[in-house]
């Protein structure tokens, strides 16, 4: 193992203040840096992850092959394996959510994207690697079946309803179950977790119904979130809105994760240049003023909307321009998250060994 000073001994020593960023602990001690190896000057590591933190697993990787160079400057190369490492969720509260963290999208009010956002979220999420289950609690107007294209009817099992799949995402409706028009009669049972099978998840994003009127405020309180976002266009007026929404969910206690501006400036189609009609940046300084993290902004793009009429929403993120700006609030979210958890480290859980 030995190579010159450098040794299993002296890398983990160099890596030491690493942390996971879920745990907010040591990725030494925990022993989620494996199989130190220095073979003909070249030192080789496996890095295991867990898969709620997957967007930030690139900076983790470089935070590592930085710290070791800048200590072995003599190294001719390092190389990190990534491997999953497993942790598994905690049952959330008294209803059976198995989820790490269950964000709400919420706005001030309807049409300014609150759901293009939430099912951006958890397509962006679920394609960086982590486990991520959808569910639509916008009572008033059920639009992420039509956003995802998905139709059909969850089937019961148990005592509990089977969400529909999307490649291997799992989704909850109310517009699954019942005519549109009736969603908002039927809230309750469906949108008390309890009765949604998710499987154990790392996120669950749940499209709140818009504005801070009886229904989103209930739901605030029923469900056992972690924190919310705002989605808002630049006008005044919505900003307004975000600000009441803002001030809804402080009123409960829910921390609010962050700010996006949506339809932030309008992309043309022909020349591609953008024009920001109801002006910009407005978000990002009443975030600031309100001290909200400000997430991203996405402009108005022609694709969005076609995408989403077709129930191709997926495919925005195989614009790179579309996808650029959805992995960037993807991004921000989970490492303010992270954040979060590293100024109030959570519980120590045993090392899972081998
Ligand atoms: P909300 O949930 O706030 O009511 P939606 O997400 O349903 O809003 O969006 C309303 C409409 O606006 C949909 O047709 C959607 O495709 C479109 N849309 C949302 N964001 C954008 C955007 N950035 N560019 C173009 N169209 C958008």
Request: contains cysteine; negative net charge; proline residues 7%.
């Amino acid at each position: 193992m030995a190579d010159g000073q450098i040794d299993s001994d002296s890398v983990t020593n160099a890596l030491s203040t690493l942390k996971d960023p879920e745990s907010g602990r040591s990725l030494v001690t925990m022993n989620q840096l494996k199989d130190i190896r220095v073979e003909n000057g070249r030192l080789s590591l496996e890095l295991a992850l867990t898969t709620w933190a997957a967007p930030l697993w690139p900076d983790i990787q470089e935070s590592i092959e930085e710290a070791v160079r800048s200590s072995f400057p003599q190294l001719a190369g390092v190389t990190v394996r990534r491997s999953i490492h497993n942790r598994p969720a905690a049952k959330l509260g008294e209803i059976g959510l198995t989820a790490k963290s269950v964000i709400a999208v919420g706005s001030g009010k309807g049409g300014v994207g609150k759901s293009t956002v939430a099912a951006s979220l958890a397509l962006g999420l679920k394609r960086a690697g982590c486990k991520v289950g959808l569910m639509d609690a916008d009572v008033y107007g059920p639009s992420i079946p039509h956003l995802l294209g998905l139709s059909g009817r969850p089937t019961i099992e148990g005592e509990r309803i089977r969400p529909i799949d999307k490649d291997g995402m799992p989704v909850m409706s109310m517009g699954f179950l019942v005519p549109k028009d009736e969603a908002v009669i039927w809230r309750g049972p469906m949108l008390h977790g309890a009765v949604t099978h998710w499987g154990d998840l790392d996120y669950l994003i749940i499209d709140m119904p818009p504005g801070t009127g009886d229904i989103a405020l209930t739901l605030s309180q029923l469900l056992p979130l972690t924190g919310a976002v705002i989605v808002c266009t630049p006008q005044d007026v919505a900003l307004l809105d975000a600000v009441k929404a803002i001030a809804m969910f402080r009123k409960v206690r829910i921390p609010v994760l962050g700010l996006v501006e949506n339809m932030s400036g309008f992309v043309c189609p022909g020349c591609g240049q953008q024009h920001d009609i109801f002006g910009r940046g407005g978000a990002r300084q009443r975030a600031e003023e309100l001290v909200v993290p400000f997430l991203g902004d996405i402009p108005i793009q022609l694709l969005i909307r076609e995408y989403g009429d077709e129930g191709r929403s997926d495919a925005n993120f195989d614009d790179p321009a579309i996808a650029a700006r959805l992995e960037g609030i993807c991004y921000r979210l989970v490492k303010n998250l992270a954040h979060a958890t590293a100024a109030a480290p959570r519980q120590p859980q045993l090392p899972v060994l081998g």
